[in-house]
């Protein structure tokens, strides 16, 4: 074989690794929520939203009560975990201001929803993760995987919308506060066919504050079919007291779906 062949057959070996690399690495797409709204089914009147059309909204409170808030925007698209390895990952940053309880455990939550066809916020299944804090706070879970059925607005946490099942890694570090937090929250299809959740909610220098987590969802019955919605909520306990300070403030909220690439 002459040396013209060796360095064609190379060549081709090399074009063919290529291809087959090509072939199988991951395939990601990010969508960016911005339709924001108070949600219409079950307003606060308490809040106004700025920035409801973009990646960063802001919940502000009017100073004349408090109550609950329910916050929510569609993905952009209808995101479906289709082959182990296929993940889902709602990331961003929130900052709290005002008259914060330092001891409002879970009053903050977010979570990836899939509404589907339902015309209400009720019965949305998904998961959600909120801001442990006070006596008990490292001795507690912070995940909530929705019932089905469930009655409940989709931020509800009560035993009969919400299961609180006991997560495994966890990390806790008082220190909720007046305060700018990273979270992440992300879903992975395992090939058991169930659900891999891990989150995170970090306190942004100087703020110390830190709760993160993980737990395997193998209910097939609560393992959303795919996630189309996220939601927060701000719990009458976030604050102490209703003011025009109180504000739950977002920036560049995404959300990224991450293919194997079996998947179609």
Excluded at 91 to 96: A, E, Y
Excluded at 188 to 213: C, E, F, M, Q, R
Excluded at 219 to 240: C, K, R, W
Aim: aromatic residues 12%.
């Amino acid at each position: 074989m002459t040396k013209t062949h060796n360095a064609t057959l190379v060549g081709l070996a090399v074009a063919l690794f290529g291809l087959l690399a090509w072939a199988t690495s991951a395939y990601s797409q990010t969508y960016t929520p911005t339709n924001w709204v108070n949600d219409p089914f079950y307003p606060n009147p308490n809040y106004t939203i700025g920035g409801a059309n973009t990646t960063s909204p802001s919940f502000r409170n009017n100073g004349a009560d408090r109550g609950t808030l329910f916050g929510n925007s569609p993905i952009g698209s209808t995101l479906r975990l289709v082959n182990p390895g296929d993940t889902l990952l709602c990331s961003g940053q929130v900052t709290i201001t005002g008259e914060v309880n330092v001891d409002g455990d879970m009053q903050f939550r977010i979570g990836l929803f899939y509404q589907g066809t339902n015309n209400a916020d009720t019965n949305w299944l998904g998961y959600m993760v909120g801001n442990a804090t006070g006596a008990y706070a490292g001795t507690t879970d912070g995940l909530y995987v929705r019932n089905n059925p469930n009655q409940g607005v989709y931020s509800s946490g009560s035993p009969g919308n919400a299961m609180r099942p006991p997560c495994g890694s966890k990390s806790y570090s008082p220190s909720w506060e007046a305060a700018t937090y990273d979270f992440s929250l992300r879903i992975t299809l395992l090939s058991s066919n169930a659900h891999d959740i891990s989150w995170k909610l970090a306190g942004v220098s100087p703020n110390s504050y830190l709760y993160a987590g993980a737990y395997t969802n193998n209910f097939v019955l609560t393992m959303a079919p795919a996630f189309d919605q996220v939601g927060i909520m701000g719990g009458v306990a976030l604050f102490n007291t209703a003011s025009s300070s109180d504000g739950i403030n977002f920036k560049n909220v995404t959300v990224t779906l991450s293919k194997h690439h079996d998947a179609p």
